[in-house]
Structure formats: structure tokens, C-alpha cells
């Protein structure tokens, strides 16, 4: 009974206490619950239930924002505002909108930009990149705004009414929007954890495809298995045998503790830290203090490394127009290494899938096509694939 007030009571109390704000929201969702993000146009400093199901996230959980800010926000909200627009009652319309109503005294540029961060404009601007951007041409606007009402004042008391400058807001900032990565560091920045998604999502459909078996599903097994998951909690410390990574591996479907030793923390530096993703070989080992399991990390691989290692090949489409393979394979040519065992090399082989009239089939370019698939080396291969159609076989 009442579980959204309960979890409203208990998040608002912890909301200083980003652990325990983060164990209480992922409760909240095992109960069903489902949260409206921060929002400065309904939003309050507290957490306050929609409906038995649906709980709006408090502001006074963003970090970076304290109740007196806040409470300025709602305040302008209820025309409780300063400045010639501070009179205004209803939602904001604009982050130029939303400067010149609340009261800058009680609210910095940092909060603004934590607000940004955590997603609370996203009612009237989907593009954070361009907000965050834009918070000083915002300030700047809203200290005009004021500066041409206080001499508004003075022209009144001398009869004058052509006085003060022009209320057009100006543009926002243009800026590329963020990709999925980027905007949901940002609002683990402002809130300590992801809210409006997972850094797991955009891989996840690839990576299920060789990394069959979620987080939340390993049991105890001698077997190796193996794993697509985002790094959490790291830290490094000095074992009996030298230095032991510790971390989380999240994927959405659960969360495990792993170690790794020394040799893959040299190997993988680059690879072994918080919100990357790694694709791990582990054993799954029960833990004598927990009474759970913890994983034992045997190999560790990057996506790019990790579709060389488990893709077949690259299935680019064709029809009428081949792709420049020359200067894709110059763009991206395969990764070079030397180990004990000689020259490692890293990179796919292609596949042309010819489609012509009702005939199709499948053409395989030699060893001199061989690339390195990144994000980047992939998108280049769509972008010239016949209708966008590029993709890694890895069955």
C-alpha cells in the first residue's frame, strides 16, 4: 500500500546520499515504480508521487543545487519571480524564459548547467548540448532584461515611453546534439547514476548476438562464460599478489562484482574504467563474504577487438555502386601487434552482398579488404552500403 509515497518519503529523506538514493531507485523499479525525470517546470526540491505507480524526480537530488535554488525555481513558477517577467505565472517556455523570471541571487550559472545535465529542460528543449551552451548568453540576456526594466523606471518618471531595449530572446547556442554516451555521463554527473537510460542500450542488440548470456543470469560453473557489460565502481588495490582491480559489471539485467589481476589492469588500462564497456571471459566463483558469486576476469576485449574476435566478416550491401574500399582500408586499416607468438593482426574480412534484379549473391574480397571495425570504420561502410545496409555476421 502506498508504495509511491513510501519511496518518496525515503529517497527525499537520502537524497544527499547518492549509495543509498541509487539502491532506493532501483528497489523502486523492482516494485513496479517508474520515475518522471527532473523537471523545473513541475518538479519540486522533494520527491512527490503522480500516481500510485509514478514518481517525479525531486530537483533537490540534482547535485549542485541546494533547496534555496529550488525553491527560487518555484517560485518564479507561481509568479513569485523578480524582474519584468517575475509577475508571469505557468510554465517556463525557454531557458532565456526561465533566467529573467527566477530570482539570480538564489540560482547560479553551475545549478543551471547540473539542471541541464540531469535533463530537468528536456520539456522544452531536447538538445542539452545546446542548452549547456547557452547558459551565459541566457544570464547575459536575463541581466539586460533587468538592467532595461530598472532604466525603464527612471524614463517613466520623466514621462519618457520610448525606453529599453527589444524582449526578442536570442537563438540557443547551435550545437551538435549528444550521443547516447556523452548524455548520459552528463546526468550521471548530475545525479549519480543513470536515469533516462543505460549506457548498455545502444549495444546491446550487437553484443547480444555473441555475448548470449546476461549479467543477471551467470550461475556458478567451471565453464567459462562470457559477458557484455558496462564497468562500475572501480577501484585498485594491492593484493598478496600484487594489484587486484574491483568492479561492477552492469549490463541492466543485474549487476556482479569482478577482479582482475595485474596482467589485464597493465593490458587494459585504457579499457578498465568506469562507464566503459568491456567484453569480459569470465568464471563465475562463489564469494565466501557475501554468500554470492564474484567473477573472476580471465580476458578482457574493447568492441572493436571484440568484433574481430567473434564476427566472421562484414556484409556490406551493393547495388549498382561499390564502396571505395581502397580508402576505407586506408582509413581503417587492421590493428598490428606483436606478441610472444608473432605479429597479431586485428581486422574483418568483407563480404560484397550483390543485389541485382532477382539475382543476389554474396562476393569475398581478399585479404587486402581486411579493416578494423570502430564505430567510425562501421558508419563509413554504411554510409556507402547500399541503402545504409553494413552489418557484422557473427553466426
Given at each position: 500500500?502506498?508504495?509511491?509515497?513510501f519511496?518518496?518519503a525515503?529517497?527525499?529523506?537520502?537524497?544527499?546520499?547518492?549509495?543509498?538514493?541509487?539502491?532506493?531507485?532501483?528497489?523502486?523499479?523492482?516494485?513496479?515504480?517508474t520515475?518522471?525525470?527532473?523537471d523545473v517546470?513541475?518538479?519540486?526540491?522533494?520527491?512527490?508521487?503522480?500516481?500510485?505507480?509514478?514518481?517525479?524526480y525531486?530537483?533537490?537530488?540534482?547535485?549542485?543545487?541546494?533547496q534555496q535554488?529550488?525553491?527560487?525555481?518555484?517560485a518564479?513558477?507561481?509568479?513569485r519571480?523578480?524582474?519584468p517577467r517575475?509577475?508571469?505565472?505557468?510554465?517556463?517556455?525557454?531557458?532565456?524564459d526561465?533566467?529573467a523570471?527566477?530570482?539570480?541571487?538564489?540560482?547560479?550559472?553551475?545549478?543551471?548547467?547540473?539542471l541541464?545535465?540531469?535533463?530537468?529542460?528536456?520539456?522544452?528543449?531536447?538538445n542539452r548540448?545546446?542548452?549547456?551552451?547557452?547558459?551565459e548568453?541566457a544570464f547575459?540576456?536575463?541581466?539586460a532584461q533587468?538592467a532595461?526594466?530598472?532604466?525603464?523606471?527612471?524614463?517613466?518618471?520623466?514621462?519618457?515611453?520610448?525606453?529599453?531595449a527589444?524582449?526578442?530572446?536570442?537563438?540557443?547556442?547551435?550545437?551538435?546534439p549528444?550521443?547516447?554516451?556523452?548524455?548520459l555521463?552528463?546526468?550521471?554527473?548530475?545525479i549519480?547514476?543513470y536515469l533516462?537510460?543505460?549506457?548498455?542500450?545502444?549495444?546491446?542488440?550487437?553484443v547480444?548476438?555473441?555475448?548470449?548470456t546476461?549479467?543477471?543470469?551467470?550461475?556458478?560453473?567451471?565453464?567459462?562464460?562470457?559477458?557484455?557489460?558496462?564497468?562500475?565502481?572501480?577501484?585498485i588495490i594491492?593484493?598478496?599478489?600484487?594489484?587486484?582491480?574491483?568492479?561492477?559489471?552492469?549490463?541492466?539485467?543485474?549487476?556482479?562484482?569482478?577482479?582482475?589481476d595485474?596482467?589485464?589492469?597493465?593490458?587494459?588500462?585504457?579499457?578498465l574504467?568506469?562507464?566503459?564497456?568491456?567484453?569480459?571471459?569470465v568464471?563465475?566463483?562463489p564469494?565466501?563474504f557475501?554468500?554470492?558469486l564474484?567473477?573472476?576476469?580471465?580476458?578482457?576485449?574493447?568492441?572493436?577487438?571484440?568484433?574481430c574476435r567473434?564476427?566472421?566478416y562484414?556484409?556490406?550491401?551493393?547495388?549498382g555502386h561499390?564502396?571505395?574500399v581502397?580508402a576505407?582500408?586506408?582509413e581503417?586499416?587492421?590493428?598490428?601487434?606483436?606478441?610472444?607468438?608473432?605479429?597479431?593482426?586485428?581486422g574483418?574480412?568483407?563480404?560484397?552482398?550483390?543485389?541485382?534484379?532477382?539475382?543476389?549473391?554474396?562476393v569475398?574480397?581478399?585479404?587486402?579488404a581486411?579493416?578494423?571495425?570502430s564505430?567510425?570504420?562501421?558508419?563509413?561502410?554504411?554510409?556507402?552500403?547500399?541503402e545504409?545496409?553494413?552489418?557484422?555476421v557473427?553466426?
Open positions: 500500500h502506498f508504495t509511491a509515497e519511496f518518496c525515503n529517497m527525499t529523506i537520502e537524497m544527499d546520499d547518492t549509495d543509498k538514493l541509487k539502491v532506493l531507485f532501483e528497489d523502486a523499479l523492482k516494485f513496479g515504480i520515475f518522471d525525470p527532473p517546470n513541475r518538479g519540486t526540491y522533494r520527491f512527490e508521487p503522480v500516481s500510485d505507480k509514478v514518481i517525479r525531486g530537483l533537490g537530488a540534482v547535485k549542485g543545487t541546494g535554488a529550488i525553491e527560487a525555481i518555484v518564479a513558477r507561481e509568479g519571480g523578480v524582474g517575475g509577475d508571469v505565472v505557468g510554465p517556463f517556455t525557454s531557458l532565456f526561465f533566467c523570471r527566477v530570482d539570480r541571487s538564489r540560482l547560479n550559472k553551475r545549478t543551471v548547467e547540473a541541464i545535465k540531469a535533463g530537468a529542460f528536456d520539456s522544452f528543449d531536447l548540448a545546446s542548452l549547456l551552451a547557452s547558459v548568453r547575459d540576456y536575463a541581466n533587468q532595461n526594466a530598472n532604466q525603464g523606471g527612471l524614463f517613466d518618471m520623466l514621462g519618457d515611453d520610448d525606453h529599453g527589444s524582449t526578442q530572446e536570442p537563438d540557443l547556442v547551435e550545437m551538435l549528444w550521443g547516447v554516451k556523452e548524455r555521463t552528463h546526468e550521471k554527473t548530475a549519480g547514476f533516462s537510460g543505460h549506457l548498455f542500450d545502444e549495444v546491446e542488440r550487437e547480444r548476438r555473441f555475448a548470449r546476461p549479467v543477471g543470469d551467470v550461475v556458478d560453473s567451471r565453464d567459462p562464460v562470457l559477458l557484455a557489460a558496462i564497468v562500475t565502481d572501480l577501484r594491492n593484493g598478496q599478489r600484487g594489484k587486484v582491480a574491483i568492479f561492477k559489471l552492469d549490463d541492466k539485467s543485474g549487476t556482479m562484482e569482478a577482479t582482475a595485474e596482467n589485464l589492469i597493465n593490458q587494459h588500462r585504457n579499457l574504467k568506469d562507464d566503459e564497456l568491456v567484453i569480459a571471459q568464471l563465475a566463483q564469494d565466501r557475501s554468500g554470492g564474484r567473477l573472476k576476469v580471465q580476458q578482457l576485449w574493447d568492441l572493436g577487438a571484440a568484433r567473434f564476427g566472421k562484414l556484409r556490406v550491401a551493393v547495388n561499390a564502396p571505395d581502397a576505407l582500408v586506408r581503417f586499416p587492421p590493428q598490428r601487434e606483436q606478441t610472444e607468438q608473432g605479429e597479431l593482426v586485428r574483418l574480412p568483407v563480404r560484397f552482398q550483390v543485389l541485382r534484379d532477382t539475382v543476389r549473391c554474396e569475398q574480397l581478399d585479404d587486402r581486411l579493416f578494423f571495425p564505430d567510425a570504420a562501421l558508419a563509413a561502410w554504411m554510409a556507402q552500403a547500399h545504409r545496409r553494413a552489418e557484422i557473427f553466426d
